[in-house]
């Protein structure tokens, strides 16, 4: 876990988890916001929140309303990160066939 | 004023701050910190190049990473390169290796079984030997650029994200620039440094200056994390592919396409089965690992592979740092102080970067890099 995580995350009170994958909790996400995060793609590449095998599926419309509700703008002020291929992992020799 | 908020006008920033007061630097950026080269790139940090300009600036590069790794806290690994050679390279790789002693970068032609060492899995069938790089490491873009950012805020340094610069503005005699043009109105400035990547050209021709920077699509891949296999980045000189495990566990995966300069960076439905093509020949485990992930880029390409650094001559007051043909990420804190340097003291501080300033392809002086991968 990177520093930057490590100081983040440092006292994890808060049980309810955001991004499963990366294991990354509401308070996790509140801290991220007080140091400075205003967007999703910035909590997304503190915390690697979205990057998991799920790609964001569950995450990004939960960080979404987080941040809305947070920074008191609407929902689709928020700009979602781009949707990136093959959308669910896939293994290489399907590639290949 | 730096246009720009990826690694280049961070690091430019950050060696700003150190000479002058921080509260006169505002760096801008068109979206959000990051979000053009630098978070797209393949973390590797190197240099094994083939001209002095390149390998000199990177070897002093490299010596500003281990330290601001080490006085921000953030992480670097010195996981080396690895390039794997066929016969027919090799002649012209001993003459590199050579170049590389000579400017102090340890790189040596090694054979199958230290390769095999470095890299147990490895087929030794698809390649004749190699060269070994011990000099190179891997970084974390996305701490680097949130430790920086959090390091120039604290400063005093402003930090404006989704301001975008579309023109920059020259005064009366039309020969310093005084202002720029913002979707969030006019700010005036007094030396603007240009690290805009892509957008760079396009700013440059708003004061009647020609670059020659031709953004390059480029497509790269990520799998699932794994346990770690090997700690270099291994290059397949052959297929001007490369493949790397990053801190997580996952491994990134580049593979050069023909592509076109100015063309449009999109998903291409064959790159995946290039890719995969490519490192299943060198690791019998590669067909079953899980694909996560794969995105699309640019490098901003020079007719010589080389950036272009420093002021403009006929502009007064613009500074360029751009065209890094792919190395902008290994570069950004030699940018960074080079930069600076220019814009306080008018000289770089390092006399090959001078070599690399925007008048050298008008005066036919260009420095060609052979060594560009992915």
């Known amino acids: 876990m990177g520093g930057e995580m490590k100081k983040i995350r440092m006292c994890r009170e808060h049980p309810a988890i955001v991004c499963r994958c990366e294991d990354i909790t509401l308070e996790d996400i509140e801290k991220a916001i007080e140091a400075g995060c205003n967007n999703v793609q910035c909590v997304k590449t503190m915390l690697r929140l979205s990057m998991g095998p799920c790609q964001g599926r569950t995450c990004i419309p939960l960080i979404v309303r987080i941040l809305a509700r947070r920074l008191g703008k609407n929902p689709e002020e928020l700009h979602v990160p781009s949707s990136r291929p093959p959308l669910v992992p896939l293994q290489a020799e399907l590639f290949c066939r | ?374």
């Not at chain 2, 590389?100 to 790189?107: A, D, E, L, M, S």
């Not at chain 2, 760079?200 to 200056?209: D, E, F, Q, R």
């Open chain 2, 1 to 374: 004023m730096i246009v720009g908020g990826g690694i280049s006008g961070l690091f430019t920033a950050y060696f700003l701050a150190n000479r002058v007061d921080p509260e006169k630097i505002l760096l801008v950026e068109r979206s959000y910190i990051g979000s053009g080269s630098t978070l797209r790139c393949a973390t590797g940090i190197r240099a094994s190049f083939t001209t002095e300009e390149h390998i000199v600036l990177m070897k002093r590069s490299i010596e500003y990473w281990l330290e601001l790794s080490r006085e921000l806290g953030f992480y670097l690994r010195r996981g080396g390169y690895v390039w794997l050679l066929q016969e027919e390279h090799l002649d012209a790789f001993k003459e590199y290796s050579q170049l590389h002693n000579r400017f102090g970068v340890p790189t040596r032609i090694v054979d199958r079984e230290f390769v095999a060492e470095l890299v147990p899995s490895i087929n030794q069938d698809m390649f004749a030997a190699a060269l070994h790089d011990p000099l190179a490491m891997q970084a974390d873009p996305f701490e680097v650029i949130h430790t920086l950012t959090r390091f120039l805020k604290s400063t005093g340094v402003k930090i404006q994200e989704f301001t975008e610069v579309t023109k920059l503005v020259l005064d009366h005699e039309r020969k310093n620039v005084e202002a720029v043009v913002t979707n969030k109105g006019e700010i005036p400035a007094e030396n603007i440094v240009v690290a805009a990547g892509t957008g760079t050209k396009n700013l440059l021709k708003s004061v009647g200056v020609d670059a020659p920077l031709e953004p390059l699509p480029k497509h790269i891949l990520i799998t699932m994390r794994y346990r770690r296999l090997f700690d270099p980045l291994l290059i397949d000189w052959a297929s001007n592919s490369y493949i790397v495990q990053s801190r997580y566990g996952g491994f990134i995966v580049g593979a050069e396409l023909a592509e076109n300069t100015s063309g449009e960076a999109i998903n291409r439905i064959d790159y995946m089965p290039h890719a995969v093509r490519i490192w299943s020949k060198f690791f019998k485990w590669f067909p079953k690992v899980y694909i996560l992930r794969y995105w699309t880029g640019y490098y901003v390409m020079t007719p010589d592979h080389h950036p272009v650094y420093g002021p403009v001559e006929g502009v007064d007051g613009v500074y360029i740092a751009a065209g890094f043909s792919g190395h902008g990420f290994m570069l950004g804190p030699v940018t960074g102080y080079v930069t600076s340097r220019w814009v306080i003291d008018g000289d770089p501080g390092i006399a090959q970067a001078k070599n690399l300033m925007l008048a050298r392809f008008t005066m036919g002086r260009l420095i060609r890099e052979k060594a560009v991968i992915g």
